[in-house]
């Protein structure tokens, strides 16, 4: 296989891969209330379903990446891709939400796998000129995953049920697996190294205690949580700094486009996914609409991403890419300051019009973001670095949804969802969009940062 072709087919799998997570993901956020329904579950337990998955992986992401620079990306992205497949499908035979959670997991794992390696494979496979249009049609591969995430799951949900949902992600699974066992390259730029097992299970435990506790901060035990998951980053950074081949890199920090790229990408993501589980709920619950007509609704932005992210990809390796990720965090904030103002009266065209811009803002982030962090480092850290970045869009995921979750259990308690609360389920997604405002407007400064 020649260079050209190789990275074609890559092209091609990283299309599908990015496809599929998404749609798996967005698909499930229409079948929310149907699994509410059917397991008795409450408004609180659904924040988890989307919790855990991004708990996970932000746990996991950095560990899965450093593995992939010493074993193999391709390697690691492989057998990441089997384990969700697999997890898909016997996610359709959940007797309880408990269950259903406890697969959540394991997809999350397979997720976590995959991600951490993607961009590492493609950084390896394309010089920096190219990357930006590289990224851009990966990233349009994720969009297309969030528009017919939306409108299969409502689809689906609607008129078969839920369950149906993961034969079909259990297909894709398939298809991606065979598509990548016909790929015979791999790269391994950290060969003969080690895997920093200490600082992985010190890393995991301090993400897990700030994350957690964050998610559920009206507890007691939360601060505690907090504070103690600080104290075991503070430790983390000790070790990373004494052992031969730490699992960071803490000198890539150093770089300024790869420490504020970084950040601006937990903003971002805070604002992205928490504005598609609002709009789920806004939808079905207040508006009365069944899953399909909120799928289509949903999916407006996700038009709009892929139409935009592989203009933003080729314009990100002709200009510096710091000028249009900054753009995108602009249109980002805008569109979700609109959001604000939506009620019933203006729902639709108001609410049409922040989906556009905020789809636009979107579309513009994410490839430039990409390219960012990614040429901040040298290839040998092309794993981590990428895994990193993935690790903070999961966290700024989570970030996003404890916002959300925090906002939600002061204003309605663990309560399930009925036409008697439904005021004080308004005014709970009212606030948490002025926050996620507010949190993407300090994105558009920390976007502006390069060396």
């Not at 059917?38 to 996991?60: G, H």
């Not at 036409?419 to 389920?425: E, G, K």
Request: charged share 10%; net charge neutral.
């Amino acid at each position: 296989m020649d260079y050209q072709e190789l990275k074609k087919d890559l092209l091609l799998v990283g299309i599908l891969v990015s496809f599929l997570t998404p749609f798996v993901r967005s698909s499930i956020n229409l079948a929310l209330p149907a699994l509410a329904f059917e397991f008795d579950l409450s408004a609180v337990f659904l924040t988890w379903i989307s919790t855990v998955y991004l708990l996970v992986n932000a746990i996991l992401y950095i560990p899965f990446g450093r593995i992939g620079d010493i074993y193999g990306r391709k390697r690691i992205f492989q057998y990441g891709l089997i384990i969700f497949t697999i997890s898909s499908f016997i996610s359709a035979f959940s007797p309880s939400g408990e269950i259903f959670l406890a697969f959540r997991v394991l997809q999350a794992i397979g997720n976590a796998m995959i991600f951490a390696n993607l961009n590492a494979m493609i950084s390896s496979a394309f010089p920096e000129k190219e990357r930006g249009r590289a990224f851009g049609l990966t990233s349009m591969g994720v969009f297309a995953g969030l528009i017919f995430g939306p409108i299969l799951g409502g689809a689906i949900t609607e008129m078969v049920g839920w369950r149906t949902l993961f034969y079909l992600d259990t297909v894709i699974g398939l298809i991606a697996v065979f598509a990548i066992t016909r790929f015979k390259h791999d790269w391994i730029d950290a060969e003969g190294e080690k895997l920093d097992i200490l600082g992985s299970f010190i890393l995991g435990l301090s993400l897990l205690a700030i994350i957690y506790g964050f998610s559920d901060f009206t507890n007691s035990y939360s601060l505690f949580l907090v504070i103690a998951g600080i104290m075991g980053l503070s430790l983390f950074y000790l070790v990373e700094k004494r052992v031969r081949y730490p699992l960071i890199n803490l000198g890539l920090f150093s770089s300024r486009s790869f420490t504020f790229g970084n950040i601006t990408a937990f903003i971002n993501y805070g604002a992205f996914v928490s504005v598609g589980f609002i709009l789920t709920l806004y939808l079905q619950y207040l508006k009365g609409y069944d899953p399909l007509t909120a799928g289509l609704i949903v999916s407006v932005q996700s038009i709009v991403m892929v139409l935009v992210s592989p203009f933003a990809g080729r314009l990100s390796d002709k200009i510096a890419p710091e000028k249009v990720s900054t753009a995108g965090m602009v249109l980002t904030t805008l569109g979700v300051a609109l959001m604000t103002l939506i009620n019933f009266e203006n729902a639709l065209y108001l609410g049409g019009c922040s989906l556009i811009i905020f789809g636009a803002g979107i579309g513009l982030f994410y490839s430039a973001n990409t390219k960012v962090v990614l040429s901040a480092v040298d290839r040998r850290y092309f794993g981590v670095a990428s895994a990193t970045l993935s690790d903070v869009r999961s966290m700024g995921q989570i970030f996003g949804m404890g916002i959300i979750m925090i906002i939600i259990s002061t204003i309605m308690g663990d309560v399930e969802i009925m036409p008697s609360n439904y005021p004080q389920l308004i005014l709970s997604l009212r606030y948490a969009l002025i926050a996620l405002a507010v949190l993407s407007a300090v994105g558009i400064f920390t976007s502006l940062h390069k060396d």
